[in-house]
């Protein structure tokens, strides 16, 4: 059984920095491709960033592209999104998600999904 679990969100201020960890066990998660999406209230479940497998090449939705980070930690098995400059509309649930296959942008093209962390930015 393939779970994620989520860390690392919390309540901060425009401008600063947080980094998500994305703890995985029941598979190697290097051998997944693997995404960030957020959700706001009354909002649909958005694209953040994605990571392929093999190759961890990586995309970012436009409106973080420059600010956030994807990575992975092959032997802790975790994957990281590291969050700078954070932005009063950044604030959402942020989920992790694992997929056999190739990069997606898609939420319902995911296997496994973490349950979320609460990520506020105040201004």
């Known amino acids: 059984q393939v779970q994620l679990v989520e860390s690392g969100g919390g309540l901060v201020q425009a401008g600063d920095s947080l980094r998500l960890s994305c703890t995985t066990s029941?598979?190697?998660?290097?051998?997944?491709?693997v995404g960030w999406f957020r959700q706001s209230p009354g909002k649909e479940r958005e694209f953040v960033s994605n990571m392929g497998w093999p190759a961890s090449i990586a995309d970012y939705a436009d409106a973080v592209k420059g600010r956030f980070t994807i990575s992975r930690d092959n032997p802790k098995n975790t994957l990281y999104l590291q969050m700078n400059s954070l932005k009063p509309e950044d604030t959402a649930v942020y989920y992790c998600?694992?997929?056999?296959?190739?990069?997606?942008?898609?939420?319902?093209?995911?296997?496994?999904w973490g349950q979320g962390t609460q990520v506020t930015v105040s201004s």
């Open positions: 998600a694992a997929r056999r296959g190739g990069r997606s942008y898609l939420p319902r093209e995911y296997d496994y």
């Open positions: 029941g598979a190697t998660l290097s051998r997944y491709a």
